[in-house]
């Protein structure tokens, strides 16, 4: 028995007891009255307790549950630890809900609920960028009334929902390519998940563009070696010209083999993760060093001239600046007509060691800068090849650069020259304590006094 049948009983058991003895003690009349008069309170007092409970019930406020003596005073209890246990679960259920809502606002993906009908039922703020759609404005709008592109329209309602669908200009600036998958869950409701797969296309169009260049740039001296080698397999040539024709494939051949082995060093720096070594780079010999390169490159036919100063020290790998380093300034030599001046320097700015090669050459026109790094880029094709040049130094260049944390800056106008500027992060920019701040302008030796080809320092990278 519980305790609301115990205590109803225990409650009737009184009554009936205490009218027995005013029955035995008075008669039955005073008996009944009491008896009457009792159930009526009794009645009355529980009508009154279930106006209060009926009124809790109808407008519930937590912790303002009555309290009473007796049986009410049980029913109020438990209506209380109900009340306690269910806001608990409540407030459970609301925490779950909130961290599910922000674990869905914190993925790089967009997500956007369907109902039945295709109506947006809710999207994260990833979801509203890629669509340009308003989430407490377009809520309960059906999809296709907000996303009107034909091919989002045929992937929703072909229910054909294996292949996510690629769509292009979307985004803010309409430059992002956005790929949709719907997955279809519940009662014909529809989980909509889109990720922004723009530097993805990007980067498999640069593969494409790279194996494509790659095949380009080797198809031309290796049809010109299978063209010399039949004809000297087949036709009868003079030794004078059998010479020459092997000259002329030497020369292909070494093409080649300059186009493998810059690829081969951007192969390297693009898979070394480890940052550069922080010992000191004898800078200024090095500097030095690609003066004398630069002459014996130019062979008499620029003036060319370095400015040191003497307080300047640099931290990294000394290989890999020599190359990158090496390339601007092999690059000013080859792009310079004869006559013209070039000029390195090696000084600060705002504490930041810089070099910078001037030159007095061709110059490039503006809308050709952005893309100086890219692989196989040359302004004038046919002036690099003349030239030897693979297109690939100043990719090799800005790989050295980024590994260094420094920037290139590149200043030109056309038919008036170039400056190639190298600047260099403060932690790797470091004032050498033997130097005593002088510019020394470097003599002219008018020989190379590196061991190796004055355009081929790079390939160290
Ligand atoms: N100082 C410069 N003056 C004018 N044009 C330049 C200069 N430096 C680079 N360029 C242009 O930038 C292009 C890319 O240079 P980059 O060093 O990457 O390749 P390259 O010199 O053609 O070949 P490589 O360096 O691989 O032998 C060059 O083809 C040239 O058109
Ligand atoms: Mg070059």
Not at 52 to 76: F, H, M, N, Q, T
Not at 259 to 284: F, H, K, M, T
Not at 397 to 414: F, I, Y
């Amino acid at each position: 028995m519980n305790v609301i049948w115990a205590r109803s009983a225990a409650i009737l058991i009184g009554l009936l007891v205490l009218s027995a003895g005013i029955y035995l003690a008075f008669g039955p009349v005073p008996a009944l009255a009491l008896a009457c008069a009792a159930l009526f309170s009794l009645l009355c007092y529980y009508l009154y307790q279930i106006n209060r409970l009926w009124k809790v019930l109808d407008a519930p406020v937590y912790g303002e549950i009555p309290s009473a003596l007796g049986l009410w005073g049980e029913v109020y209890y438990r209506l209380h630890r109900l009340v306690k246990r269910w806001r608990t679960q409540v407030l459970q259920v609301e925490q779950q809900h909130t961290r599910f809502i922000q674990a869905i606002q914190a993925s790089p993906n967009g997500v956007l609920m369907l109902d039945d009908a295709d109506q947006i039922e809710w999207c994260n703020d990833v979801a509203e960028q890629h669509f340009g759609l308003n989430a407490r404005r377009d809520v309960r709008q059906r999809i296709t009334h907000l996303i009107r592109r034909p091919e989002f329209v045929h992937y929703l309602t072909r229910q054909r929902f294996d292949e996510p669908l690629v769509m292009r200009d979307m985004g803010e600036h309409k430059h992002s390519v956005i790929a949709v998958q719907i997955l279809p869950y519940g009662d014909n409701r529809k989980l909509v998940i889109t990720q922004d797969i723009t530097k993805l296309e990007n980067t498999e169009a640069m593969r494409r563009d790279f194996v494509a260049n790659v095949s380009h740039e080797l198809k031309t001296p290796l049809t010109v070696l299978t063209g010399f080698l039949e004809t000297v397999r087949d036709l009868p040539v003079s030794e004078e010209d059998r010479r020459r024709y092997i000259d002329l494939m030497l020369v292909q051949s070494v093409r080649m083999q300059s186009i493998v082995e810059d690829l081969l060093a951007l192969a390297r720096l693009e898979s070394d993760e480890q940052a550069p070594g922080n010992d000191i780079v004898p800078v200024q010999a090095m500097v030095a060093h690609l003066r004398h390169d630069a002459e014996a490159l130019s062979q008499g036919r620029h003036q060319v001239s370095a400015e040191i100063d003497t307080t300047v020290g640099l931290r990294g790998a000394e290989t890999e600046l020599l190359s990158a380093l090496g390339n601007l300034v092999s690059n000013a030599v080859r792009y310079t007509p004869d006559g013209g001046r070039i000029t390195m320097r090696l000084g600060w700015e705002d504490g930041h060691a810089v070099f910078s090669v001037a030159d007095t050459g061709l110059g490039i026109a503006p809308e050709h800068i952005p893309r100086l790094t890219e692989r196989f880029y040359r302004v004038d094709r046919s002036r690099s090849r003349d030239t030897g040049g693979t297109g690939l130094g100043l990719a090799i260049v800005k790989h050295v650069l980024s590994r260094h944390h420094a920037d290139l800056r590149v200043t030109s106008e056309v038919g008036r020259g170039s400056v190639f500027r190298v600047i260099f992060p403060l932690e790797r920019s470091v004032r050498s304590a033997g130097g005593d701040g002088t510019i020394a302008a470097v003599p002219p030796t008018g020989v190379s006094t590196s061991p190796q080809a004055p355009d081929s320092s790079r390939r160290a990278a």
